[in-house]
Every structure is written in structure tokens, then in C-alpha cells.
């Protein structure tokens, strides 16, 4: 079931469930025994040690405000609707927002910035990046750095990170140390135009422990890694478990700052089995709830990002967040088997960031890899039943099922992906291979999808 479908039957059960001590008391009612843990108001902060600001946990990822359609075809921001989640946002607390020059195929900066120059400055902390994946050429980069200061509206950068390193040392040494921009940022640090210098994160083990060695030199005021309770224990596709990340950083010192708690809205929109257990766990919360408690329960994170596009979402997590409630041992005992079932669903780990966009071809990569995610999540792909402790009328009523599904897909194939941009339009250049931070094999995984369609679709002519 979708987030969204979820919150609106909730909102209506939830005055019929009686109080459930079991699941009221279960939850972890401490107050951190660190002393940089308060809640302001409702929502629950952490205290940044560096400046003594307190900082909402629950942040705002603005790489998926609303759009709309504009006259071109081209969609574009809908500010009023960025406005109106930003009031409501800084409203009841939230103070991080974090955005950067590539959102949103570059509208993301601006919007947040005129959203945001609507508020007392002292009421909002922004974060932006460096994202020079294409140019790494000091010129370049340079002109990415002030563009975001006049994009945004703001003399001070609160949160500046190195976006998306870990590919290898010699990317990383070829987009911030030969051409001069880490001697720069960091002599900008020191004339405070940048409060905090850190990095976003996506690779292996090996790249984040050699990367973590560079704090002797850089001194990182903070990290961002992808964390949430599936990547705790099993990061596809190459990349560090969040474990072995957060350990590590809260044995350097350094705060966290987490991205993709709902790993690309996976954790929001779970199979309907998964979903099922969660239920019967705790009625009244959302899969979402689940993964936000996770992510907001270690007291070494300074913020949890989340790229609420719809006001649900956002009320849905201020209530989660005001004040949240740390996961107690057992129940991150169930989200650590509930991940391992979803672990084993074979999806694409696409999180739908966009960066492998626009494609030359027209293919709507995240779209395909949603639209598939989404089929395998609700059981439409046809995955076999394996036969085990099945009697030949269970198996014989379940294929029925499958049957049924390809159909389902297929139409909702034809729905969600227009012609132009499925699967089946990629000439496997592999153009976009290079900017996948979670190095998904890109048209590999499209010519799968082109071939299940194509495999169904004959089924159904059989
Ligand atoms: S490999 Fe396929 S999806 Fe990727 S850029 Fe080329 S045509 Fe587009
Ligand atoms: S395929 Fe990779 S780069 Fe493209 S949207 Fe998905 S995660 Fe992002």
C-alpha cells in the first residue's frame, strides 16, 4: 500500500483502536543520556557541538519538491506548494534543509532559497553541495560554489559537502584535491563563508574507510551516508554497510547525517507481506514510521533527511519526529529481520535520485526501475512460488495468481512509462553507468525489464 493511501485510512482507524499498552509502552521512552539530545518545542533535536545549535532531527531533503507541468512540457517547481511546506515545516521546528545544485535538474537551489528567505534567518540551517560530476575543472567548480550563494540568497553556507564521493580515490583527488577546491573550501571554513565541511557518501567498505582516513588532514565536520534498517546489515550493490560506516564515524567523532532513510521510498511502499508483519506489530504506524524511528535512534546522527513531497508526508513525520521515540532492542531486533525479507525481494536498488538523468535516448531510467520495484513489491512480477510445504492446490491456485499479475503489469507498464521512455529505447551507451552512486549496472537491469515485458507480453498472446 502506498504511504499516502496508508495515512489517509490510518488518520480515520486510528480514533477506533483502543490505547494498546503493549505498543505505547514498547516503544523507547528515554531521554538520551547525551547531553546534545532535547526536544525544542514538539520535535526532537540534536545539539550540533561545533556551534552549539540545536538541530532538528527530522531534515528536509529538497530534491523531491512538487512540480508541475510547465508550458514547454518541461515540468518545473511548484513554489507555492514549496512555500507552503516550508511554513509548515519551520513552524513546528524543522530548521535543516538540504538541497544542491543538481536537484531537480537544477531548480532545487532557488526554490528552496526563495522558500526560505521568507523566514528569519536564524530560524533555518541550509546544506548545499559540490556536485562537479561532469566538470571537475577548478573554473567550474568555483562558479558551482558561488552560483549556490546567489541561488540560495544566503552570505553563509551552513553545511557544505563534497557531493557523492567514493567512486575511487583517484575521483575524488581529480574533483577536489589537484584542482585546489578542498584548499579553498577549507580556507573558506576558516573565514566562516562555510560553517561545516563534510561529504555525502556512496561506495564500498574499502573507499570509506581509506576516505575517513583523509579527516586527519580535512578535518570533516560531519558525513552523510545512506542509512536505513535494510543497508544496516545489506547495502546492495557494493556499498558499505551503514553499521560499519556509523561506527566508524562515531569512533572519529564525527556527526552523522543520514540520507535515504526510506532507501528511495522502498521502505514506505513495502511488499504487502512485509507490510503485514509491520501491521500487526504496531497498528497505528506507517512502514515509514518504522524506518524514521530506526534512522533517528542513534544518538551519534545530528539529522535524518527526508524528501517529503506531499504534506501527508511531512505531517506523518513531524509527528514521528515530536518528539521520536527510540526504537527499543526488540524491536530493532524485528526491523532487522523484516530487512532481511526485504533484502530478498529482487529489486532494482534504485533510491530515484535522478543523477543517471536525462538519458540522450529518452529513457526514463528511475521510472522503469520504479515501475518494476513496484510490480515485484505488490507480487505482479512473476516470481515462482518454490514449492516448499505446498500442496499441488496451493501451487496450482498461486501460478493461477501469477497469470493474473502479468497482465496487471503490463498495464500498468503502458500507465506508468510513457512509450518513449521505456526500458526498451536504451542502446546500452552507458553513459549513465558512471553517475549511479548506488552502481547499479543501468542497462543491464533495463534490458531485464525489456525482456520481462517482452516475455509477458508473449505469454499473454500464448
Ligand atoms: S545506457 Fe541506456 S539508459 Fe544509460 S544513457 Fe545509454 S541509452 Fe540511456
Ligand atoms: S539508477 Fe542510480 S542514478 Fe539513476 S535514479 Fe536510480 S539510483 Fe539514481
Redesign the pocket.
Known sequence: MKRRDFLKISSAAIASIAMDGRFTAAADERASDRSKTSVKGAITCRKDLKTGDDISLLGYGCMRWPMIASDGGQKRVDQQKVNELTDQAIANGVNYFDTAPVYLRGQSEKATGAALARHPREKWKIATKLSNFQDWSREASMKMYEDSFRNLGVDVIDYYLLHAVGDSMEDFNKRYVDNGMLDFLTREREKGKIVHLGYSFHGDRKMFDTLLETHSKWHWDFIQIQMNYVDWDYAESGNCNARHMYDKLTGAGIPVIIMEPLLGGRLANVADSVEEKLRLRDPRASAARWAFRFAGSWDNVLCVLSGMTFREHLEDNLETFSPLKALDESEKEFLSRIAKLIHDYPTVPCTGCDY?MP???G?D?PGNFRHYNKCVQEGFVDIKPDGKNESADQYNQEMKEFRKNRRKYLISYQRDVMRESRANK???????IQHCPQDIK??QE?RKIDLLVENLRRSIED
Not at 536504451?426 to 553513459?431: K, P
Request: glycine letters at 6%.
Open positions: 543517471c538519458c540522450p535516448y529513457v531510467i536504451c542502446i546500452n551507451c552507458g553513459q549513465c543501468i542497462p533495463l
